[in-house]
């Protein structure tokens, strides 16, 4: 009766974050929208009213249609309700059409795909559950979780005023990851493919994935020491995984295979004709190498060492262009990129190989990829560090030292998102929302490992304190500067060099503590 009743309450305070956190979203429908929300509109429009052979050929907006085709179904799809609000935003031809209809149904299709994101956090909670025996509510790790996925600042502002999907394709992941803690292998092998198929950005963390499976899922059993037994293998699991990326493949390739038109979807999908950064830098690797390249670029002019006729034009007063050349340092090409991303990725899937850890070896693989990824991937979106924090949210609450690591990742991580929301309305809403949201983070994860040392060193900290004096300054300072008119970009420049120093810094910090990790696991030994 007390397990029963305990559960009830669970249920009751879940719930009440979920209904809390959807109100806010129905407060935010107002709010700004960016250039994506056209891009969904348009796709609304283009799988509506053409047949399906000209879903990836179709070009009267410049966002044409390059998610992968589940993706597609799902947009045509949610079009058969969209008529019912204003059959006007369906017409292809009707660029930037934004009726009061189309918000609504356009903010409200986020909003309720968002339900299969909060199912998801429900399923991650039940496996963090229980750890630590607490009368206080507010300090049970399910319950910390439940807000730090929930109330996930970054995911609130790219998805609900910025404007995107992200909810509903990370409860996909999310929930395909809880699915493997929960030993139901093919379940979330399953709900990983079929996210491939929805996005293919999340192909970074299929390493993760695959290799997670085939230790604990393909070979059945391990040695006392925790070594994997090799005649433990299992040739039906194998054929069963493989049945399942065949089908679902199958189902969402095969009518474009059939048609021809495999290479055109795979030309919208990777588009390597962009630049290596997006028109904002991420927060990455590449940030800091262009600034370098600047930096090194202004001292060569001043010491005479550059001949200032013979430097791109656009590499010095452009900012933050997409075609970034560079002046003094070698310029980067999609291969390059690749094989930083591979070298990257590579120590972690070989600690999740050979010192397994469980299902916490699991997710910091996951993250280890998604953040290598972020770090050295062709053409990154600043918005791409989600992938990186909301995994790394389910670690942060077992763990003290993987809880000072998510402290430090989200609070720069969510900062560079900063520049998304440039309208002045906004700022007090982003403002408002990341302290509300890093305030709790940093209290309730301080009071869940209160008997353990102090989750971040003096230095971390006075790292995360510069990041008020920076907003300040580009918010506030700088626009009263004539340097506003002359470098426009140096607001995106400085906040995306100094939050690629605490990314590149959280990032080396998890590896690290991942590679002098000793395996622990000794399941699965006969």
Request: proline share 6%; hydrophobic share 50%.
């Amino acid at each position: 009766a007390r397990g029963g009743a305990m559960a009830a309450g669970a249920r009751r305070w879940f719930r009440a974050l979920a209904l809390g956190v959807s109100f806010l979203k129905c407060l935010l429908i107002p709010a700004y929208y960016s250039t994506d929300f056209e891009v969904h509109r348009n796709w609304l429009a283009i799988t509506h009213n053409l047949p399906l052979s000209q879903w990836y050929y179709e070009a009267t907006s410049e966002w044409t249609l390059d998610y992968p085709p589940f993706f597609a179904w799902f947009e045509c799809a949610l079009s058969h309700v969209a008529k019912y609000f204003d059959p006007k935003m369906l017409v292809i031809e009707n660029l930037n059409y934004t009726s009061r209809a189309t918000v609504f149904f356009q903010r409200f299709s986020v909003i309720f795909t968002d339900i299969l994101f909060i199912y998801a956090v429900h399923e991650c909670c039940r496996c963090v559950n229980g750890k630590r025996a607490t009368k206080d509510i507010l300090e049970k790790p399910a319950f910390i979780l439940a807000v730090l996925l929930l109330w996930n600042f970054g995911l609130l502002i790219v998805d609900h005023i910025h404007f995107q999907y992200n909810g509903f394709l990370f409860g996909l992941m999310l929930l395909s990851a809880a699915r493997l803690c929960q030993k139901r292998y093919l379940e979330g092998a399953l709900l990983f493919a079929i996210l491939l198929h929805f996005k293919h950005i999340y192909v970074y963390v299929a390493p993760a994935y695959g290799i997670y499976l085939l230790r604990s899922y393909c070979f059945t059993a391990n040695n006392a020491d925790g070594s994997l037994k090799w005649r433990s293998f299992s040739l039906l699991h194998v054929t069963l995984l493989g049945l399942i990326v065949c089908l679902v493949s199958a189902l969402s390739l095969g009518p474009f295979i059939v048609l021809g038109q495999l290479p055109q979807v795979i030309s919208r999908l990777f588009p390597f004709r962009r630049g290596l950064c997006h028109a904002y830098w991420a927060p990455n690797f590449w940030a800091l190498y262009n600034a370098m390249d600047k930096a090194l670029t202004i001292f060569g002019l001043k010491c005479n060492f550059l001949d200032p006729t013979k430097i791109p034009k656009a590499s010095m007063t452009g900012g933050l262009v997409q075609e970034f050349q560079h002046t003094v340092l070698p310029s980067v090409t999609p291969l390059a990129t690749l094989i930083c991303t591979f070298i990257a990725i590579l120590p972690s899937v070989f600690c999740l190989w050979f010192k397994p850890q469980g299902p916490r070896g699991f997710l910091q693989c996951l993250v280890l990829c998604a953040l290598s990824s972020f770090m050295f991937g062709w053409h990154v979106h600043e918005k791409a560090i989600l992938l990186a924090i909301l995994p790394l949210s389910l670690l942060s609450v077992q763990r003290a030292k993987d809880a000072g690591i998510y402290l430090i990742l989200t609070t720069t991580g969510h900062f560079s998102l900063f520049p998304l929301l440039f309208t002045p309305p906004e700022l007090p809403i982003k403002i408002l929302l990341m302290l509300l949201f890093t305030v709790y983070s940093f209290s309730s994860l301080k009071s869940l490992f209160r008997r353990e040392r102090p989750l971040l060193n003096w230095l971390e900290t006075i790292y995360l304190i510069q990041l008020v004096p920076l907003e300040i300054f580009c918010e506030i300072i700088f626009p009263l500067t004539p340097w506003k008119q002359h470098f426009p970009f140096v607001p995106l420049l400085l906040t995306s060099v100094y939050c690629a120093l605490g990314v590149t810094y959280a990032w080396l910090k998890l590896y690290v503590s991942v590679l002098t990790e000793r395996s622990t696991v000794r399941q699965k030994a006969e």
